[in-house]
Nanobody, 126 residues
């Protein structure tokens, strides 16, 4: 497993931006697809965005497409989530996660992510 630590959450207003970071402590990070998920109170954890292990492919939930951008810097063992035009419905705890299998050519479902950070709270006020 990969140890992950998220940061960058906070309280912002409608329309503001935030950038979340997720730092990994192992070089294995560089071989894993990475994803961001989020969970709001009373809801299941849901997919937000993912990026392939080499950064060549990105995937987004329809609800964030065009507003959020996922990226990674393998030299820094870090994945980012740039969130623009934030809305109150984006309020949730955001988690980064690492694919359990290295060099996978497609992004799998949530059950295939076996390393999780502790989460960072994002609150968007109206």
């Amino acid at each position: 497993q990969v140890q992950l630590v998220e940061s960058g959450g906070g309280l912002v207003q409608f329309g503001d931006s935030l950038r979340l970071s997720c730092a990994a402590s192992e070089l294995a990070f560089r071989t894993r697809n990475m994803a961001w998920f989020r969970q709001a109170p009373g809801y299941e954890r849901g997919f937000v965005a993912a990026i392939s292990w080499n950064g060549g492919r990105t995937y987004y939930a329809d609800s964030v497409k065009g507003r959020f951008t996922i990226s990674r810097d393998n030299a820094k063992n870090t994945v980012y989530l740039q969130m623009n035009s934030l809305k109150p419905e984006d309020t949730a705890v955001y988690y980064c996660a690492a694919d359990k299998r290295p060099f996978r050519t497609s992004v799998p479902g949530i059950s295939e992510f076996d390393s999780w950070g502790q989460g960072t709270q994002v609150t968007v006020s109206s």
